[in-house]
Nanobody, 117 residues
């Protein structure tokens, strides 16, 4: 079992920046990938960014490429999402996600990001 705790959400003006953090605890050795999803009101949850722990490969949604950066601190079992040039459309609840082996998806409780004009 892996527990995920997010922090760093909040209210920011369009064009501003925020950094989200997600600290993992428990069976962290079983994590193969960590990432961030988001869900806006009335929309489905979507992948924002993901990093594969062993190879370091990353995936980003097209809508955030060039603006968001995912990174990890393995010593702290923490994954970050640096969000720059935030847009109104980035408003959503952001969820931390970890894929563990045997294959299972683990979720944090979510953190609200609101971008205002």
């Amino acid at each position: 079992q892996v527990q995920l705790v997010e922090s760093g959400g909040g209210l920011v003006q369009a064009g501003g920046s925020l950094r989200l953090s997600c600290a993992a605890s428990g069976r962290t050795f079983s994590i193969s990938a960590m990432g961030w999803f988001r869900q806006a009101p009335g929309k489905e949850r979507e992948l924002v960014a993901r990093m594969h722990i062993r190879g370091g490969g990353t995936n980003y949604a097209d809508s955030v490429k060039g603006r968001f950066t995912i990174s990890t601190d393995s010593a702290k079992n923490t994954v970050y999402l640096q969000m720059n040039s935030l847009q109104l459309e980035d408003t959503a609840v952001y969820y931390c996600n970890a894929i563990t082996f045997p294959p299972k998806e683990n979720w944090g409780q979510g953190t609200q990001v609101t971008v205002s004009s």
